[in-house]
Nanobody
Framework: VQLQASGGGLVQAGGSLRLSCAAS????????IGWFRQAPGKEREFVAG????????EYKDSVKGRFTISRDNAKNTVYLQMSSLNPEDTAVYYC?????????????????WGQGTQVTVSS
Protein backbone atom coordinates (compact mmCIF):
# COMPACT_ATOMS: atom_id res chain seq x y z
CA VAL A 1 0.00 0.00 0.00
CA GLN A 2 1.18 3.52 -0.76
CA LEU A 3 0.23 6.38 1.55
CA GLN A 4 0.10 10.12 0.98
CA ALA A 5 -0.46 12.61 3.79
CA SER A 6 -1.92 16.06 3.16
CA GLY A 7 -3.75 18.90 4.86
CA GLY A 8 -0.97 20.49 6.84
CA GLY A 9 -0.45 24.22 7.04
CA LEU A 10 0.04 27.24 9.24
CA VAL A 11 -2.57 27.87 11.92
CA GLN A 12 -2.82 30.06 14.98
CA ALA A 13 -2.90 28.60 18.47
CA GLY A 14 -6.38 27.41 19.28
CA GLY A 15 -7.16 26.68 15.65
CA SER A 16 -7.96 23.45 13.84
CA LEU A 17 -6.69 21.42 10.92
CA ARG A 18 -7.74 18.16 9.33
CA LEU A 19 -5.05 15.91 7.94
CA SER A 20 -5.80 13.24 5.37
CA CYS A 21 -3.93 10.06 4.57
CA ALA A 22 -4.90 8.73 1.17
CA ALA A 23 -3.94 5.19 0.26
CA SER A 24 -3.62 3.29 -2.95
CA UNK A 25 -4.23 -0.42 -3.17
CA UNK A 26 -7.22 -2.66 -2.73
CA UNK A 27 -6.10 -3.99 0.65
CA UNK A 28 -6.16 -0.65 2.49
CA UNK A 29 -9.01 -1.79 4.71
CA UNK A 30 -6.80 -4.55 6.14
CA UNK A 31 -4.24 -2.12 7.58
CA UNK A 32 -4.03 -0.47 10.95
CA ILE A 33 -3.12 3.15 10.29
CA GLY A 34 -1.16 5.40 12.58
CA TRP A 35 -0.33 9.09 12.63
CA PHE A 36 3.12 10.08 13.84
CA ARG A 37 4.89 13.40 14.13
CA GLN A 38 8.43 14.64 14.28
CA ALA A 39 9.40 18.05 15.56
CA PRO A 40 12.82 19.59 14.80
CA GLY A 41 15.50 17.98 16.92
CA LYS A 42 13.13 15.41 18.36
CA GLU A 43 12.38 11.79 17.70
CA ARG A 44 9.36 10.72 15.72
CA GLU A 45 6.46 9.90 18.03
CA PHE A 46 3.11 8.17 17.87
CA VAL A 47 0.12 10.50 17.86
CA ALA A 48 -2.94 8.41 17.05
CA GLY A 49 -3.90 5.10 15.50
CA UNK A 50 -6.98 3.33 14.21
CA UNK A 51 -7.72 -0.32 13.56
CA UNK A 52 -8.70 -1.64 10.14
CA UNK A 53 -12.40 -1.52 11.00
CA UNK A 54 -12.23 1.81 12.80
CA UNK A 55 -13.53 0.16 15.92
CA UNK A 56 -10.41 0.75 17.99
CA UNK A 57 -8.42 3.91 18.40
CA GLU A 58 -5.45 4.98 20.48
CA TYR A 59 -4.06 8.44 21.22
CA LYS A 60 -0.99 10.01 22.70
CA ASP A 61 -1.98 11.40 26.09
CA SER A 62 -1.26 15.00 25.17
CA VAL A 63 -3.68 14.96 22.23
CA LYS A 64 -6.58 13.12 23.86
CA GLY A 65 -9.72 15.23 23.69
CA ARG A 66 -8.20 17.47 21.01
CA PHE A 67 -7.45 15.08 18.13
CA THR A 68 -9.80 12.57 16.54
CA ILE A 69 -8.73 9.85 14.12
CA SER A 70 -11.23 8.28 11.74
CA ARG A 71 -11.24 6.33 8.52
CA ASP A 72 -13.39 5.84 5.44
CA ASN A 73 -12.39 2.55 3.86
CA ALA A 74 -14.64 3.20 0.86
CA LYS A 75 -12.47 6.25 0.11
CA ASN A 76 -9.18 4.62 1.18
CA THR A 77 -8.60 7.55 3.50
CA VAL A 78 -7.77 8.09 7.17
CA TYR A 79 -8.31 11.49 8.77
CA LEU A 80 -6.82 13.24 11.76
CA GLN A 81 -8.99 16.08 12.98
CA MET A 82 -6.89 18.36 15.16
CA SER A 83 -8.44 21.02 17.36
CA SER A 84 -7.21 23.39 20.06
CA LEU A 85 -3.80 23.31 18.48
CA ASN A 86 -0.85 24.75 20.38
CA PRO A 87 2.75 25.50 19.35
CA GLU A 88 3.89 22.17 20.82
CA ASP A 89 1.91 20.44 18.08
CA THR A 90 4.21 21.91 15.44
CA ALA A 91 5.86 19.07 13.54
CA VAL A 92 5.91 17.11 10.34
CA TYR A 93 3.03 14.65 10.50
CA TYR A 94 3.29 11.24 8.88
CA CYS A 95 0.78 8.49 8.34
CA UNK A 96 1.88 4.88 8.35
CA UNK A 97 0.36 1.46 7.88
CA UNK A 98 0.84 -1.93 9.44
CA UNK A 99 -0.80 -5.33 9.04
CA UNK A 100 -0.67 -5.81 12.78
CA UNK A 101 -4.30 -6.02 13.86
CA UNK A 102 -3.85 -4.18 17.14
CA UNK A 103 -3.43 -0.43 17.26
CA UNK A 104 0.26 -0.31 18.04
CA UNK A 105 2.47 2.65 18.90
CA UNK A 106 5.86 1.16 18.00
CA UNK A 107 7.27 2.94 15.00
CA UNK A 108 9.37 -0.06 13.95
CA UNK A 109 6.28 -2.19 13.40
CA UNK A 110 4.82 0.11 10.74
CA UNK A 111 5.92 -0.98 7.29
CA UNK A 112 4.47 1.68 4.98
CA TRP A 113 4.97 5.42 5.34
CA GLY A 114 3.66 8.51 3.64
CA GLN A 115 5.85 11.49 2.84
CA GLY A 116 4.75 13.78 5.68
CA THR A 117 2.90 17.07 5.87
CA GLN A 118 4.06 20.12 7.82
CA VAL A 119 1.88 21.50 10.60
CA THR A 120 2.95 24.82 12.10
CA VAL A 121 1.09 26.39 15.00
CA SER A 122 1.89 29.99 15.76
CA SER A 123 1.47 31.51 19.22
Amino acid sequence: VQLQASGGGLVQAGGSLRLSCAASGRTFSKYTIGWFRQAPGKEREFVAGISWSGGRTEYKDSVKGRFTISRDNAKNTVYLQMSSLNPEDTAVYYCAGTKVAAVITAIALYDYWGQGTQVTVSS
